[in-house]
């Protein structure tokens, strides 16, 4: 008798993984999970930004307008 029986578990996709982890790191509220990660985002499109030379990319580069909240 073979161990056919026992299907293979496939290994967990590494992007659900995340997903399950920033949603688990802010309570369960996606509201608060997506508003951290716009942040994250808007900061690292800033950074980037202000560390590229204009005439480098000359207008390859995509600029983000973020609105800015208080809160």
């Not at 056919?4 to 996709?13: G, L």
């Not at 985002?41 to 609105?67: I, M, Q």
Request: proline share 6%; net charge negative; aromatic share 2%.
């Amino acid at each position: 008798m073979t161990n056919d029986s026992k299907a293979a578990v496939p290994a967990p996709d590494p992007v659900e993984v995340e997903i399950d982890a920033i949603l688990l790191e802010f309570g369960g509220d996606p509201r608060k999970a997506i508003r951290a990660l716009l942040h994250d985002l808007t900061v690292l499109a800033e950074d980037a930004e202000a560390s590229t030379s204009r005439g480098f990319v000359r207008g390859k580069v995509v600029r983000l307008k973020a609105r800015r909240t208080d809160s």
